[in-house]
């Protein structure tokens, strides 16, 4: 089903977790080009239907710990029937019960325990399908939002002592405008209008458009850290009607500082083209370029999909959508995963006019990835805030680095990066158009 990618036993090499139905998969690194399946040794045989995964360190121990999404309780012994003599088709999650995600805490041994129910985060009425890591709250401590199928989607505070508070009702992130639960899949977060607060991305089901959950007065205190779906009011939710969107990613794919918007999608229903004249089986990919609002500071998304070449226009039951740069050109490149398909991996060929910083982070104190570092860049008069993290989309696992567009900018004024271990690194006067690997301090 998916990946999670992190270096768990902090040695260096990048360790591998496979989520499957009836049970995933542990690989660790050999750090000779093979791995072992350590999945028993280790204790993560994970849920009994796995999908989206993530590592984060969530006690700011020094060590990557796991959450993974459980979907619901299916099995061929409960399968319904779904359709008619004209056809069937898979019946929906709505047929089906909820089910609890696990979260394993890594004991540094080699192995994990399951704190599932001493974390406060085993509901058992979830189905979930995608899970994002940041601190939306701004303590310090990450919290992490999850995308469900059909039932509220989850946002999960870190109570910063082992355990975690549900809060999405109050928050606004549980349901659409309407009051109305909706089919969550892919996850993101990112501060697209440059604000310094960051927004969540939900991909939904045809009919039910994007949501955009963007955070309204001041920050503080959990219960004062309000969301509202502005998805309508800023170009996201009419165009993505018809469409049912899996992967979801907040990408600069022009660099010229401002985050745009990429969807992978696909129906799951293979009926679906004969049931409605307006939503088809196999959808293409859909770009929303992220540009100047009507007022001062504000932004909106303007959807160019058809028109992003064959490899975004072509029509796919697309699934899992991960960003990372293979070509080493600088700009961000795609993989898309098929359902019964071939993988498209999706080169950007935008002319290169905008300059770019890519931040990797080695941790010392903190995860040796650095997942869970935020870093807060400044250059040509404009802010910036990304995340490193594993997770986010859908099933899907990005290039672990901060990426950047500069626009003209040919160098950043000050970088920040915000270790998971509470310190503080600042940088200055840093030159554009490299990727470059930062060591956490010492102290």
């Given at each position: 089903?998916?990946?999670?990618?992190?270096?768990?036993?902090?040695?260096?090499?990048p360790?591998?977790?496979?989520?499957?139905?009836?049970?995933?998969?542990?690989?660790?690194?050999?750090g000779?080009?093979?791995?072992?399946?350590?999945?028993?040794?280790?204790?993560v045989?994970?849920?009994?239907?796995?999908?989206?995964?993530?590592?984060?360190?969530?006690?700011?121990?020094?060590?990557?710990?796991?959450?993974?999404?459980?979907?619901?309780?299916?099995?061929?012994?409960?399968?319904?029937?779904?359709?008619?003599?004209?056809?069937?088709?898979?019946?929906?999650?709505k047929?089906?019960?909820?089910?609890?995600?696990?979260?394993?805490?890594?004991?540094?041994?080699?192995?994990?325990?399951?704190?599932?129910?001493?974390?406060?985060?085993?509901?058992?009425?979830?189905?979930?399908?995608?899970?994002?890591?940041?601190?939306?709250?701004?303590?310090g401590?990450?919290?992490?939002?999850?995308?469900?199928?059909?039932?509220?989607?989850?946002?999960?505070?870190?109570?910063?002592?082992?355990?975690?508070?549900?809060?999405?009702?109050?928050?606004?992130?549980?349901?659409?405008?309407?009051?109305?639960?909706?089919?969550?899949?892919?996850?993101?977060?990112?501060?697209?209008?440059?604000?310094?607060?960051?927004?969540?991305?939900?991909?939904n089901?045809?009919?039910?458009?994007?949501?955009?959950?963007?955070?309204?007065?001041?920050?503080?205190?959990?219960?004062?850290?309000?969301?509202?779906?502005?998805?309508?009011?800023?170009?996201?939710?009419?165009?993505?009607?018809?469409?049912?969107?899996?992967?979801?990613?907040?990408v600069?794919?022009?660099?010229?500082?401002?985050?745009?918007?990429?969807?992978?999608?696909?129906?799951?229903?293979?009926?679906?083209?004969r049931l409605?004249?307006?939503?088809?089986?196999?959808q293409?990919?859909?770009?929303?370029?992220?540009e100047?609002?009507?007022?001062p500071?504000?932004?909106?998304f303007?959807?160019?999909?058809?028109?992003?070449?064959?490899?975004?226009?072509?029509?796919?039951?697309?699934?899992?959508?991960?960003?990372?740069?293979?070509?080493?050109?600088?700009?961000?490149?795609?993989?898309?995963?098929?359902?019964?398909?071939?993988?498209?991996?999706?080169?950007?060929?935008?002319?290169?006019?905008n300059?770019?910083?890519?931040?990797?982070?080695?941790?010392?104190?903190?995860?040796?990835d650095?997942?869970?570092?935020?870093v807060?860049?400044?250059a040509?008069?404009?802010?910036?805030?990304?995340?490193?993290?594993?997770?986010?989309s859908?099933?899907?696992?990005?290039?672990?680095?901060?990426r950047?567009?500069?626009?003209?900018?040919?160098?950043?004024?000050?970088v920040?990066?915000?270790?998971?271990?509470?310190?503080?690194?600042?940088?200055r006067?840093?030159?554009?158009?490299?990727?470059?690997?930062?060591?956490?301090?010492?102290?």
């Open positions: 089903m998916g990946v999670a990618v992190g270096d768990y036993d902090n040695d260096g090499h360790d591998l977790y496979l989520t499957a139905y009836g049970g995933s998969h542990l690989f660790r690194n050999n000779n080009g093979t791995f072992t399946e350590v999945t028993q040794q280790a204790k045989p994970g849920p009994p239907f796995g999908f989206s995964a993530a590592w984060f360190d969530y006690d700011r121990d020094g060590k990557l710990d796991l959450f993974v999404c459980n979907y619901c309780r299916w099995s061929t012994a409960l399968n319904q029937k779904c359709g008619d003599s004209s056809g069937r088709y898979i019946c929906g999650p047929y089906y019960g909820g089910t609890a995600s696990i979260l394993y805490h890594n004991n540094g041994d080699g192995t994990f325990a399951d704190v599932s129910h001493r974390a406060k985060i085993d509901n058992p009425n979830g189905k979930a399908l995608g899970i994002v890591v940041w601190d939306y709250d701004g303590d401590w990450p919290d992490f939002a999850v995308a469900n199928d059909t039932v509220p989607n989850w946002l999960f505070h870190n109570n910063r002592d082992g355990t975690f508070t549900e809060v999405s009702v109050e928050s606004g992130i549980a349901y659409a405008t309407n009051g109305q639960a909706r089919a969550g899949m892919g996850i993101d977060t990112a501060d697209y209008d440059n604000s310094g607060r960051e927004a969540l991305l939900v991909g089901n045809s009919s039910e458009g994007l949501g955009i959950y963007r955070p309204e007065g001041s920050p503080g205190e959990p219960s004062g850290a309000h969301f509202m779906d502005a998805a309508e009011d800023i170009g996201l939710f009419q165009p993505s009607m018809p469409f049912s969107t899996f992967g979801a990613l907040f600069d794919v022009d660099l010229d500082g401002f985050v745009d918007v990429l969807t992978a999608n696909g129906h799951v229903n293979q009926q679906v083209a409605s004249n307006w939503i088809g089986f196999e293409r990919m859909q770009l929303f370029l992220n100047p609002g009507d007022k500071g504000a932004r909106r303007r959807e160019v999909g058809e028109a992003a070449g064959p490899g975004v226009a072509k029509p796919r039951v697309a699934r899992g959508l991960a960003v990372g740069d293979f070509d080493r050109d600088g700009d961000p490149d795609l993989l898309v995963c098929v359902n019964n398909g071939q993988a498209g991996l999706l080169r950007n060929e935008g002319v290169p006019k300059h770019w910083l890519a931040i990797r982070p080695r941790g010392v104190k903190s995860n040796w650095g997942l869970g570092t935020r807060v860049l400044q040509g008069g404009r802010k910036q805030t990304a995340w490193v993290r594993s997770g986010s859908y099933c899907s696992d990005s290039e672990h680095v901060a950047f567009g500069l626009g003209q900018a040919a160098q950043a004024d000050v920040e990066l915000h270790w998971p271990s509470g310190l503080v690194q600042t940088l006067s840093v030159k554009a158009n490299q990727v470059l690997p930062v060591t956490e301090p010492a102290q």
